[in-house]
């Protein structure tokens, strides 16, 4: 199966700070999703991204899919943007999504 | 966006039981999965659903089964509960192949 591979593992923000979360396959993928993991551990859907850019709000996502990678952006972030950051995608061959390791965003007041 | 519920947000057993985690999705949806996630490992699959009856092994199925009677509803069995199957558990459905995953709120289980 693919690996997925997110950087960086933890990140730390004063609030009112942007951040980038990046996300790289080690196969072309399908069905890419951006998963914000809450504090009672439910998964929150963020982005579906296949390929190209989106945006809600102050998050948008943007995968290139020939390069094999994706990333997210938070800008102004808040405190309740805290929390485990999850890409995940499934490559041809697959049927289930397969996750990478997480990104954990914490933001101060 | 499809709901999935699971049965029990907590759950605690004894070693040796036979569990049953319930997940049911409000959406016709054709496939189910079932992942567990640990600290330090992420989350892997278990079980992968793709219709009624069908059920395709995971990456980690040993100590677990499934069961697939009716297309809203994936159960999956501890046949014999282990203190290290303790995780949290979490369910999700998807209309088809290449379309959006949605995740129930997850089952916290603890094997005593």
């Known amino acids: 199966g693919i690996q997925v591979e997110q950087s960086p593992p933890d990140l730390i923000l004063q609030e009112g700070a942007n951040s980038t979360l990046r996300c790289n396959f080690s196969d072309s993928v399908n069905n890419l999703q951006w998963f914000h993991q809450n504090p009672w551990g439910q998964l929150i859907n963020l982005f579906y991204?296949?390929?190209g850019t989106k945006q809600n709000g102050r998050l948008s996502a943007t995968t290139v899919a020939t390069e094999r990678y994706s990333l997210l952006y938070i800008s102004s972030s808040q405190t309740t943007d805290s929390g485990v950051y999850f890409c995940?995608?499934?490559?041809?061959?697959?049927?289930?999504?397969?996750f990478g390791k997480g990104t954990t965003l914490s933001v101060s007041s | 966006d499809v709901k999935v519920t699971q049965s029990s947000r907590y759950l605690v057993k004894r070693t040796g039981e036979k569990v049953f985690l319930e997940c049911v999705q409000d959406?016709?949806?054709?496939?189910m999965f079932w992942y567990r996630q640990d600290p330090g490992l992420g989350l892997r699959l278990i079980y992968f659903?793709?219709?009624?009856?069908?059920?395709e092994k995971g990456d980690i199925p040993e100590g677990y089964s499934v069961s697939r009677e009716k297309k809203e509803r994936f159960s999956l069995i501890l046949e014999s509960a282990s203190t290290n199957q303790t995780s949290m558990y979490l369910c999700a459905a998807r209309r088809m192949m290449n379309t959006e995953a949605f995740f129930g709120q997850g089952t916290r289980l603890t094997v005593v």
């Open positions: 659903s793709y219709d009624v009856k069908m059920k």
């Open positions: 991204i296949p390929s």
């Open positions: 959406m016709d949806h054709e496939n």
């Open positions: 995940a995608g499934r490559n041809q061959a697959g049927t289930a999504l397969i």
